[in-house]
């Protein structure tokens, strides 16, 4: 969710009445923050200082209010927000290794440490991860050693077919990457949460975001060197495989250049793109071929990039957005939550709109035209009212003047125009500019008989 809707738009947040435990969470997420009043989420200074905050703090937490579609899933997400700012507080009782084990910061994914047997305990065992990473490079990685290929996973095994045969651990490891994005039937999905790439080198998942992606591979590798080691050719013997993770991107809004395909066929999450005055300029993903993204996380291996979910072993060309999806030229990416993409690999889908600032002020325009005329312009559609003044000479009404130059002038397509505002008429614009839109709309496209 970019800033502008956050602080001013009309969302599940500031709504004064949510579903329990919701309000409880609010009110204990404006506590984290030293907000004791009970309405603190209508003040505006307010919502700006926490969006920031998480921003800055809280990994992917303002881009996943794009994806939440239950009371659930909001209800975790306040308490993923609040302990962003408060973290739970740690009694001092004397602890187990395990327990002690569990309060540490895990360690970055390129960093190995080795597998030890769990410690016995009566605890009723965890579930790994939580509804939002926080910082996907804080997972701890497992050292997959292999010595021999029977030891490897179903999964594994897939990855490392003729890689132990390549001539070079350069080509060794593209062979892993490649395998990767073209054998083990893995599908992106943005709405995942988790990071844990072990489950995908399990064979417990097949889904993931980037950074499950990212920490699978460099799991993979990992294990791989050990193997090459054991087992490989003459030709892979020397050497050190240096892991890095690339997270250049990460925090970063930005839209891709054309030419990509996301892991599993998808061409862009881009349906359309229209000028100032709704003429669409281009229509399907196939042909636009762009993807918008907040966060991106990749790997590199002895300084050649890898990226997970996209077939490249060089940095994507991209153009920076602003929070609010604003490119450069003023353009905007508008995103529609209700539109998935066919497979579901994104929950919403975007619009371009090449002219933003015109396009706004149209929208902006119709807003005014009809809330300063409303019973007017609602009498004349209704039928109630003519076109004509009643009073002698008869003429035409100002505001149905108004609203037909309005419409011959800055919008070309109507259809397309009106689409765009009630298609992001929650994300962007309100249910109150979509109405403003249509009935303008039709009355300036209204003539008289």
């Given at each position: 969710?970019?800033?502008?809707t ?6 599940w ?9 919701a309000?409880?969470?609010?009110v204990?997420l404006g506590q984290a923050?030293?907000?004791y009043e009970q309405?603190?989420y ?12 998480l ?10 209010l794009?994806l939440?579609?239950s009371?659930?899933?909001r209800?975790r ?6 302990a ?11 602890r187990?290794?395990t327990?002690?084990?569990?309060t540490?910061?895990p360690?970055?994914?390129t960093e190995?440490?080795?597998e ?5 305990t009566?605890?009723p065992?965890?579930?790994?991860g939580?509804?939002f990473?926080?910082?996907?490079n ?10 021999s290929?029977e ?6 095994k897939?990855l ?6 390549a ?12 395998n ?7 599908v992106?999905?943005a709405?995942?949460?988790?990071t844990?790439?072990?489950a ?5 998942s097949?889904q ?10 460099n799991?993979?590798?990992?294990a791989?060197d ?8 003459e030709?892979?013997?020397g050497?050190?495989?240096k ?10 809004h ?5 030419g ?5 066929g998808?061409?862009g ?7 100032g005055?709704?003429?669409?300029l ?5 042909e636009?071929?762009k ?17 997970p979910?996209f ?10 957005l ?10 905007r990416?508008?995103?529609?939550r ?7 690999e ?8 090449s002219?933003?600032?015109a ?6 325009d119709?807003r ?6 409303k019973?007017?312009v609602?009498?004349?559609l209704a039928g109630k ?9 008869k003429t035409?009404r ?9 419409v ?7 259809t ?8 992001t008429?929650?994300?962007v614009f309100?249910a ?5 839109v249509?009935k ?10």
């Open positions: 969710m970019d800033k502008q956050f602080t001013t738009g009309d969302w947040l500031v709504q004064p009445t949510l579903e329990e435990p309000p409880r969470l609010r204990e923050f030293g907000w309405d603190w209508v003040a505006e200074p307010k919502l700006s200082e926490l969006y920031d905050f921003y800055n703090n809280g990994g992917t937490l303002t881009a996943d794009d939440l579609n009371d659930e899933e209800q997400w306040l308490r993923s927000a609040a962003t700012k408060a973290p739970p507080v740690v009694d001092t009782k004397e187990t290794d327990e002690r084990s569990e540490k910061d360690l970055p994914p190995v440490v080795a030890k047997p769990p410690v016995p009566n605890e065992p965890k579930k790994p939580g509804l990473a926080k910082n996907p804080k997972i701890k990685a497992i050292d997959r050693a292999r010595v290929i030891e490897c996973t179903a999964v594994e897939v490392f077919e003729g890689a132990l045969e001539t070079s651990l350069d080509a060794a490891v593209k062979r892993i990457y490649s990767m994005h073209h054998n083990t039937g893995w992106y999905r709405g995942v949460t988790s844990d790439g072990k995908l080198l399990d064979g417990a097949n993931g975001m980037c950074a499950t992606y990212r920490n699978a591979f799991l993979a590798v990992s791989f050990s193997l090459r080691k054991a087992v490989g050719g030709s892979l013997q050497g050190e495989l892991i890095e993770s690339d997270d250049s991107l990460n925090g970063k930005f839209v891709t250049g054309t990509l395909t996301l892991m599993g998808l061409r999450n881009v349906y359309i793109e229209v000028d005055k709704g003429a669409i281009a229509r399907g993903d196939k636009i071929n993807f918008v993204f907040t966060n991106h996380w990749s790997s590199r291996v002895n300084d050649t990039y890898f990226d979910i077939e490249l072993t060089e940095p994507p060309e991209i153009t920076t602003t929070a609010q999806k604003v490119d450069p030229d003023g353009g990416y508008l995103a529609n209700h539109r998935q993409t066919p497979d579901e994104f929950s919403s889908t975007y619009i371009y709109v002219e933003w600032p396009f706004e002020k149209t929208v902006s119709m005014k035209l009809y809330t300063e005329n019973e007017e609602d009498g004349i009212l003519k076109l004509q003044t009643d009073k002698s000479p035409p100002p505001v149905w003047t108004t609203a037909t130059q309005m011959k002038t800055r919008v070309s397509n109507l397309i125009f009106e689409r765009v505002v009630d298609e008429k929650d994300t309100r109150s500019d979509a109405d403003a249509a303008i709309i039709a009355l300036g496209t209204k003539t008289s008989s």
